[in-house]
């Protein structure tokens, strides 16, 4: 087998078709799509990390980060997400999930960056925890609630910020970026990022809790918090966080859980 990584744009375009094959083994679909281009070559704030295993010229592995900076208080980390995750089915059992993703980390980590973070879905959370060594706390949930009961919870204090790396947002081209997503509608207005969704409203990002008092009247609000948050009663889905530490030690409880971090919204 030939491990081979990318570590630039360029490099990844030029295994495109091989990449898009594998993608159609794995999960039926024969195009990577314009979120593919979205997240990977319209990317504003640096080069991909991509570890791929060829068995001739058949391509049977795939793991891949691409840059997401989180910031706080101004400083702005060199911090990565996960993403789609492939390996074909006559190579699933030779560790080669946890060779591309060892590989991929350790040339992020030579590159400077921080940390990788990322939402496993249940079928690859075990994986990621036992043999990646990932920290996953109790999942997140992605709950769905009106404009007042939102608000109540932000009187609170819950959204909060200060203190927490979140998506850096406030950067033009990053934000430019994120909210250019193919197949959403998003909004962006006074520090306040949302998308439209099925006749409701996805909160991405929010520079402070005032700004939550933006948010349309009437339409019901779908939003990423912790299990603390006390909306066990209006979920829709658990949604797992997570990551590792490279440069520096990864904490969940440092990062300010927003559906912007997360290419799915």
């Keep these: 087998m030939d491990i081979q990584a990318i570590a630039s744009k360029e490099q990844l375009l030029q295994h495109r078709e091989n990449i898009e094959a594998l993608f159609f083994e794995s999960f039926g679909q024969r195009s990577l799509g314009k979120v593919w281009d979205w997240a990977y070559l319209d990317n504003p704030a640096g080069e991909p990390f991509v570890t791929l295993c060829y068995e001739g010229e058949r391509l049977v592995g795939h793991y891949a980060i691409v840059p997401m900076p989180l910031a706080e208080g101004g400083q702005r980390l060199n911090t990565y997400v996960s993403m789609t995750t492939m390996v074909a089915e006559s190579h699933r059992k030779f560790g080669l999930f946890t060779t591309l993703a060892q590989a991929t980390y350790q040339?992020?980590?030579?590159a400077g960056a921080a940390f990788v973070?990322?939402?496993?879905?249940?079928?690859?959370?075990?994986?990621?925890?036992?043999r990646l060594e990932w920290q996953l706390p109790e999942p997140d949930l992605v709950a769905t609630v009106d404009k007042e009961r939102l608000l109540a919870l932000a009187a609170t204090g819950y959204f909060d910020k200060r203190g927490r790396l979140s998506l850096d947002l406030g950067e033009a081209r990053l934000r430019a970026w994120r909210l250019a997503r193919p197949g959403g509608r998003y909004q962006w207005q006074d520090g306040l990022a949302y998308k439209e969704h099925q006749g409701g409203i996805d909160l991405l990002w929010w520079e402070s809790a005032a700004a939550l008092a933006a948010l349309p009247e009437g339409m019901a609000i779908n939003v990423l918090v912790g299990s603390d948050a006390g909306l066990e009663s209006c979920k829709s889905f658990d949604y797992q966080f997570g990551g590792i530490g490279l440069g520096r030690e990864f904490r969940p409880q440092s990062v300010n859980r927003e559906m912007a971090l997360s290419d799915l919204f």
């Design 117 to 130: 973070f990322g939402f496993p879905n249940a079928q690859s959370t075990p994986g990621f925890r036992k």
């Design 107 to 110: 040339a992020a980590r030579e």
